[in-house]
């Protein structure tokens, strides 16, 4: 374990972070960070049921979409204050990841993918449905937009946003860390990679399975909900494939047994795909080369971008005897 | 010094054949104008941000891109989002935008406090005449006796989104009002649909006179012709919007002979509006193939920026740009073009952009209402006794 | 007098780790050898290595003449040299008669899989008992015996036997060694790998000790030592722990 | 409380036609170390399985643990009850190092706290004199005999009531037979009741006070290990010529 | 009464279509274990090819959906040799080879974007006109895939069952190193089962492009269908597979006659999840 040497690295990553805003004043570059974040979040927590323990959730992006549209709905519609409403995001997606835990518990792998992604059909089919309470396909807008005290975070340029960005991101990166640092954490490992022996171990395989979809989707939540009221819409494209595929991507590239590497992938993937966006005529090819890129990091070092970087640094293991 | 002319447009994803159009459409215009010699002393050069599945980061994300840049002068689109709320965003920044979709969703953000977007304006009228206007077409073909109903009765489908349910209800409304029975008013989830069948089945238990599809996508309005036609009811067939998309006729043939579909804000192509065909002329020059509605909306808005930059001649001035567009009342290719202050949408109707009526004869798009434009008469369709 | 197999200065390990240190061993034509040795030295690494599972990094393995240090595994099966690894779970979600049936996949083998199957039915009666059972859920010593069916499936021309007897009562494990002694006699030679040198000495002819990868000491059945002795031997590599 | 720590009443487990266990019925006093030995696919693993629920219950029949009827319990809460097992084929949490899966073991089995567990660790590596360089790495580096320890030294830190081994010696070397025998020596004195399948006879015979030989999924002989290898039958269907 | 018949034949039609969409990718799946995602992407390829070659061409239909077939194979193999081999001593197999095949997929939907643009193409039908079935109508080339689909699973069913050739398949997903010792060519089986699958795939793409239109993102409804068919169906085998193919075949059929399509998504999936509940294994996986 580089776990000393990696927090550090974490520390170090995070304050820097913290002092970009100060140099940063363009309000397009802080924008593309506020995403990132958000998209480190989704990818980071994710890893916790996907990575650690094994579930093969493909429902984590409608944990997200809950949290959008229950900030949206709370703040737009109930009048509730925005900054409660973001957090009322988590609630509701943990709720529905226990929901959808009941049935998952029970499945192994690749049905898990099955149900799991029937799960967000149907959340997608019941938001387009219900289109007086969600606005159907055409989404809701102008969600009410922070504020504090008298500050309003609206004409800043996004220096308020950047902060609250920054700080949900650090708050679940903790909660992860502290999470997998816990034996619980290391039990989600047994579980996902020796069913019976952990169950012979006093480990209930179920139990362990629901308590990581649940705690997977809370942060997960609160970020959408926080998405939400950035962009200040609500609308079904939170469901969709493109977005689905490219946390994935960040959870794969990151490594699936590491904390941190999803949120280092996230960051990365979120402004190389951002500086070929601005290429023209480059529109199709840029995702060809962000796939390829990818494939090439799994194939020298399918544990992920951490393990590439230990790679780097650390020497390897001497002979034994 | 060279103005920036931003393009937000899907160009890749479901939606990439309207996103290229529209990315022609403007890189045409800033052709024209800058082989005029540009305007005010300014060139212009044409940036696209592509807003691929329309995901709210993604089109907020392409927006800031183009806001973020001080050379950007105004940004045109045919649709970015499916909610428009990026037109908050121009707002603040007041970013000259001009939108040709979604008019329903303009109109509802801006009419609650036009005063603060001033620089935004939308090519597209309000939809409403879809829903009404069509019975009186009708009913007027009937009195001619240029087409014979064999009952009062319309069957409707409709797809999960804001503008096919909205027209399918609105219509549905209409007709009940004009004392016709509405035998079905189906709605069909959004997106690739593959069988019709299941309604059909429906419609040919109990055929209707008019069998009306407003699912705007032409793959699906293809699809639907062709499996109507493997055993077809004695009904006039209408569909929303599809049949002018270009590939339409290609992906149908004969098949398609004898529909009948409207159109707003689209090119009215017609003797008394030549402006229509001579833009659609210079867009089959520039890239041989023939445009949809699209790339000629956008060709017009970009030249509407061009006509108020001319009169307030500081690109920089972007209010009171904004403010000239809102005053333009010009003849383009989509008709008389001039906004309503209360919406900031075109105005629609004899003294605006005009609803048309077309019917598919043999390959052809033939506009038979309203008169002043018509260029041929409907034609009863051969499966129809 | 001719060589079968010969193995000179063989190294190979996983990833960073090695596990055989410069080994040499060889077998003579018609006899038979044993592997024994601590836990975790490399005798299944070795066997590995010369059924082309694991590349060596160095040194070279010969069968019959011919250089294999660098074949893979079907060109070695084809030649006829065979390995029934230790532990073996083969394949879960098959059948046991399948199982069988596909082991006779070299042409050699298939030519004669009709009469190879008899005689593995007859060896293991357990086995023709359940021909449709799934080999997960077979105990562990159906599995073993499994495992060697299709050994012998293989039409072996040497055949490496890892541990056979793993798990098998002691009665299966009379019958097995019966059987096996039955094997070499029909001419193929063996290399066995075993814990239990007494077993050992009552199939081959010489007995390897490795520890470390390296071969430490080397037995005949003449000089076979008493089981203090072998106790002692043990013990010394047990030291070096 | 009853002194019986296991009793077993005509438990059965039937796969579609096949009985692999049939009826078998007996009790294990507190404190005792009881051998079960029978040929291959006897049914001693499955007899294992529906003791622990690991991965399945009887098909029908009673087990009760100290008293208590457990035949109907999830697999983890009866071995957080103290009925420990480990498994025939080797198992192993291969992303964990060995001091991890001790620390999981000790903090869910045991429900220690994790500063009670790693005060534990280091004793349960010393019992089966682990080696101090492997326990930081990976489980699946590890070699087949330290998998093989690292699972008892898992079982037993939890301080279960009763250990059930199942052919812990297969693949052995001679001295490492002599250290387990020591181990499970020393683990019953301290007053863990063990229950230990095993088809290598000398230690089979050397540690168990009883000896269980079952057949074809019912007990064949059951009592005093070296009356019950003179068996007859027990001789005829499990060990064959020799002794 | 023919409202009935009419709803069990589109069931049929259904069930054919999606028996064919699931082939292939159950091939890999109940072989290798390897859910190859890009399987709609490349029945995308096999479409364009096969309309390429027979309407750019005009070589005509027959030659192009052959043309088709063979180009989706070879990129199959492709896939196999760059995007899942590496991985296959991975942990994670199933995790990343999930990824790089959704890598692929993107790749080449989007490459097809580039080279063929995104307006929609047709095939013309390869038996023109209509036929009747139970006094329903339906074209010819859809009652060709009612004939076609139970045929090639069938075939691939008898090969990876009766054969050795088949079997080795089966057996070098389950454990690579006992396949070796066995004298199986453990790559060359690997490429064989992906060839077959995506060459199934081209063909289901070929035929399915002159009932349905030619895009690059025409791959990923097939994807969804023949993904909840081969789960449903479970890891059991190929059999598993063609009957969840028609069972779903026909529930959707009703379900769009009873409740309408707009719920029947809503409905299916609802239904498949609750299946799940009380068969963990799928409909006809074993236990
Ligand atoms: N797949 C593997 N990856 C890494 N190391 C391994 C692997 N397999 C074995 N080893 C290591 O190689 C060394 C030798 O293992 P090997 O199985 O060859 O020993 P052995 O003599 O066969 O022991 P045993 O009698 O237990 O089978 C051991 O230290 C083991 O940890
Ligand atoms: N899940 C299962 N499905 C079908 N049969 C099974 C299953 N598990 C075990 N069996 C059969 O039940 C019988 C008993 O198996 P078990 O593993 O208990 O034997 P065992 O006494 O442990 O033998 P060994 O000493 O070889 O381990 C065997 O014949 C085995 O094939
Ligand atoms: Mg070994
Ligand atoms: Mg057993």
Not at chain 1, 202 to 210: L, P, T, W, Y
Not at chain 2, 251 to 272: C, D, M, Q
Not at chain 5, 22 to 44: D, I, K, P, R, Y
Not at chain 5, 139 to 167: C, D, K, Q, Y
Request: net charge neutral; proline share 4%.
């Amino acid at each position: 374990m580089a776990n000393k040497r990696q927090l550090f690295a974490i520390a170090a990553l995070f304050a820097a972070l913290a002092f970009v805003p100060l140099f940063v004043t363009d309000s397009y570059i802080r924008h593309l960070f506020i995403i990132a974040f958000v998209y480190a979040v989704i990818a980071s927590n994710w890893n916790l049921s996907l990575g650690h323990c094994g579930v093969f959730n493909f429902g984590h992006l409608t944990f997200f979409g809950i949290g959008v549209y229950t900030a949206a709905i709370a703040s737009k519609t109930f009048g509730i204050n925005p900054w409660i409403a973001m957090l009322l995001g988590g609630g509701t997606a943990a709720l529905s990841a226990l929901l959808l835990a009941a049935p998952v518990a029970r499945l192994k792998g690749i049905y898990v993918v099955l149900v799991t992604f029937a799960f967000s059909q149907l959340a997608l089919q019941l938001v387009l449905s219900q289109s007086q309470i969600t606005g159907g396909a055409e989404g809701m807008v102008r969600l009410p937009f922070l504020q504090l005290g008298s500050y309003s975070f609206l004409k800043d340029f996004k220096f308020g946003y950047y902060y609250v960005g920054l700080l949900l991101l650090a708050l679940s990166c903790l909660f992860l860390a502290f999470l997998s640092n816990s034996s619980f954490g290391k039990s989600l490992k047994a579980v996902r990679d020796a069913e019976d022996y952990a169950a012979a171990r006093g480990i209930s395989v179920a139990r362990q399975r629901i308590l990581a979809l649940t705690l997977s989707a809370i942060f997960t939540g609160i970020a959408g909900g926080f998405y939400a009221i950035y962009l200040r819409v609500a609308s079904p494209e939170v469901f969709g494939f493109g977005t689905l595929s490219l946390a994935l991507s960040m959870v794969l590239i990151g490594g699936v047994n590491t904390v941190f590497g999803p949120v280092l992938a996230a960051l990365v993937l979120t402004f190389a795909t951002e500086a070929m966006a601005g290429l023209q005529g480059f529109e199709d090819a840029r995702f060809i080369v962000i796939a390829v890129a990818m494939i090439l990091v799994l194939r020298l070092a399918p544990e992920g971008l951490v393990d590439l970087l230990g790679k780097l640094r650390l020497p390897v293991r001497p002979a034994r005897t | 010094d060279v103005i920036k002319l931003g393009i937000l447009a899907p160009l890749t994803g479901p939606a990439a054949a309207d996103g290229q159009e529209m990315a022609n459409g403007v890189k045409l215009a800033v052709e024209d104008l800058n082989k005029a010699g540009g305007v005010a002393g300014h060139t212009f050069e044409a940036v696209v941000a592509d807003v691929g599945d329309a995901s709210a980061d993604k089109v907020a994300t392409a927006a800031e891109r183009l806001l973020g840049d001080q050379a950007t002068g105004a940004i045109f689109t045919g649709y970015a989002s499916t909610s428009n709320f990026e037109i908050d965003m121009m707002a603040e920044q007041d970013m000259i935008y001009l939108v040709s979709g979604n008019s329903q969703q303009t109109k509802d953000i801006v009419s609650a406090d036009p005063s603060r977007f001033s620089t935004v304006w939308s090519l597209t009228p309000s939809y409403d005449a879809y829903n009404t206007e069509i019975v009186p077409v009708i009913d007027e073909l009937a009195t001619s006796g240029k087409l014979k109903l064999p009952n009062k009765k319309v069957a409707l489908v409709a797809s999960d989104n804001p503008y096919s349910k909205g027209i399918a209800n609105g219509m549905a409304e209409a007709f009940k009002a004009d004392g016709w029975e509405v035998t079905q008013n189906d709605l069909l989830p959004f997106g690739e649909i593959n069988d019709w069948r299941g309604f059909l089945a429906k419609v040919r238990q109990d055929p209707p006179a008019l069998l009306i599809n407003t699912d705007y996508v032409s793959a699906n309005a293809a699809t639907f012709m062709r499996q109507f036609m493997e055993n077809p009811t004695n009904s006039l067939v209408f569909i929303q919007y599809a049949p002018s998309v270009p590939e339409f006729l290609e992906l149908t043939k004969e098949k398609s002979s004898g529909i009948v579909y409207n159109a707003l804000g689209g090119a009215v192509r017609a003797a008394s509006n030549p402006r229509a065909d001579e833009v659609i002329g210079k867009y089959k020059a520039a890239y041989n193939v023939e445009p949809g509605s699209y790339g000629v909306m956008l060709y017009e808005q970009v030249m509407l920026y061009a006509d108020a930059l001319g009169k307030v001649g500081d690109p920089s001035k972007r209010q009171e740009i904004g403010a000239e567009i809102g005053k333009a009342d010009k003849q383009t290719a989509m008709g008389r073009t001039r906004f309503d202050p209360a919406t900031h949408l075109a105005v629609q109707g004899k003294d605006g952009m005009p609803i048309q009526f077309y019917q598919i004869q043999d390959g052809n798009r033939v506009l038979f209402y309203p008169k002043e434009y018509a260029g041929g008469e409907f034609k009863q369709p051969v499966w129809m006794k | 007098m001719r060589r079968l197999l010969d193995i000179i200065g063989l190294q190979a390990g996983y990833g960073a780790s090695r596990v055989l240190n410069d080994l040499s061993l060889h077998i003579d034509e018609g006899e038979s050898i044993g592997l024994f040795g601590p836990n975790g030295h490399g005798k299944s690494t070795l066997l590995k290595a010369i059924s082309g599972l694991l590349r060596p990094t160095a040194g070279s393995i010969a069968f019959d003449g011919k250089d294999i240090t660098t074949q893979r595994p079907p060109s070695i099966v084809a030649a006829g040299l065979i390995h029934a690894p230790q532990g073996n779970t083969l394949f879960g979600n098959m059948r046991i008669a399948e199982t069988l049936e596909l082991a006779a996949f070299s042409k050699r083998a298939k030519a004669e899989a009709g009469r190879h199957l008899e005689e593995v039915y007859a060896l293991f009666p357990r086995l023709a008992e359940r021909k449709q059972q799934f080999a997960r859920t077979l105990s562990g010593g159906e599995r073993q015996m499994l495992s060697i069916g299709c050994a012998l499936m293989c039409a072996p021309r040497l055949l490496m036997l890892d541990e056979p007897t793993l798990g098998l009562s002691p009665r299966l494990k009379e019958e097995l060694a019966a059987a096996i002694a039955k094997i070499s006699k029909t001419g193929v030679p063996l290399i066995v790998v075993e814990q239990d040198v007494e077993f050992l000495l009552s199939l081959t002819d010489r007995l390897y000790m490795i520890e470390h990868g390296e071969v430490v000491r080397e037995i005949s059945s003449a000089n076979a030592p008493d089981h203090e002795e072998v106790m002692r031997l043990y013990f010394g590599a047990e030291g070096a722990h | 409380m009853s002194e019986n720590i296991l009793e077993i009443a005509g438990a059965c487990k039937f796969f579609g036609g096949l009985k692999a266990v049939n009826g078998v019925s007996f009790t294990v006093a507190r404190g005792e170390m009881l051998g079960i030995a029978g040929p291959n696919g006897s049914g001693k693993s499955t007899l294992f399985n529906l003791i622990t629920g690991v991965p399945f219950g009887p098909t029908s029949g009673e087990v009760r643990f100290m008293g208590e009827r457990i035949d109907r319990w999830p697999a983890h809460r009866i071995s957080r009850a103290g009925l420990v097992r480990t498994f025939q084929k080797d198992a192993e949490f291969p992303a964990l190092s060995a001091h991890d899966t001790l620390l999981v073991s000790a903090t869910y089995n045991g429900q220690l706290s994790r500063a009670q567990a790693e005060a534990r660790i280091d004793n349960a590596f010393r019992s089966v004199d682990f080696g101090q360089t492997r326990r930081s790495m990976p489980s699946r580096e590890l070699s087949v005999y330290e998998k093989k320890q690292l699972m008892i030294a898992s079982a037993l830190i939890s301080e279960p009531a009763l250990l059930m081994l199942d052919e812990p010696a297969s693949g052995l070397t001679k001295p490492e037979i002599q250290r387990l025998d020591d181990l499970l020596v020393a683990v019953n004195r301290s007053g863990v009741t063990v229950l230990l399948i095993e088809h290598v006879l000398s230690l089979l015979l050397s540690v168990s006070q009883r000896l269980i030989v079952l057949n074809q999924g019912s007990v064949l002989a059951a009592g005093d290990p070296h009356d019950v290898v003179k068996n007859p039958q027990v001789i005829e269907a499990y060990l064959g010529g020799r002794s | 009464m023919d409202a009935l018949l009419a709803t069990l034949v589109s069931g049929l039609v259904l069930g054919s279509l999606y028996a064919l969409m699931s082939s292939g990718l159950s091939l890999v799946w109940t072989t290798l274990g390897v859910f190859n995602f890009s399987h709609g992407a490349l029945m995308m390829v096999g479409a364009f090819v096969a309309w390429t070659v027979s309407e750019i061409l005009g070589l005509g239909p027959v030659t192009g959906i052959l043309s088709g077939t063979l180009a989706a194979g070879l990129i199959g193999i492709i896939i196999e040799r760059l995007l899942v081999r590496p991985f296959y001593s991975n942990r994670n197999m199933l995790l990343i080879t999930a990824m790089t095949t959704l890598a692929a997929m993107v790749i080449l939907e989007r490459g097809a974007q580039m080279i063929w643009g995104a307006r929609l193409k047709q095939l013309p039908r390869l038996i023109p006109g209509e036929v009747q079935i139970l006094g329903t109508t339906i074209s010819a080339h859809e009652a060709l895939l009612i004939v076609l689909a139970p045929l090639i699973l069938v075939a691939l069913w008898r090969f990876t069952v009766m054969t050795n050739r088949g079997r080795s398949l089966r057996a070098v997903g389950q454990n690579q190193d006992s396949a070796a010792l066995l004298g199986i060519d453990v790559p060359v089986a690997f490429a064989l089962a992906f060839g077959i699958s995506a060459a199934l795939a081209g063909l289901t793409g070929a035929l399915l492009g002159s009932i349905r239109f030619i895009t690059p993102t025409m791959g990923s409804e097939p994807l969804t269908k023949a993904m909840i068919v081969v789960i449903f169906g479970g890891l059991g085998n190929l059999g598993a597979t063609a009957g969840a193919a028609y069972l779903i075949g026909f529930i959707e059929a009703f379900l769009i006659f009873g409740l309408g399509l707009y719920w029947t998504p809503f409905v299916l999936f609802l239904l498949m999840i609750l299946v799940l509940l009380f068969r963990p294994n799928g409909v006809f996986g074993g236990k």
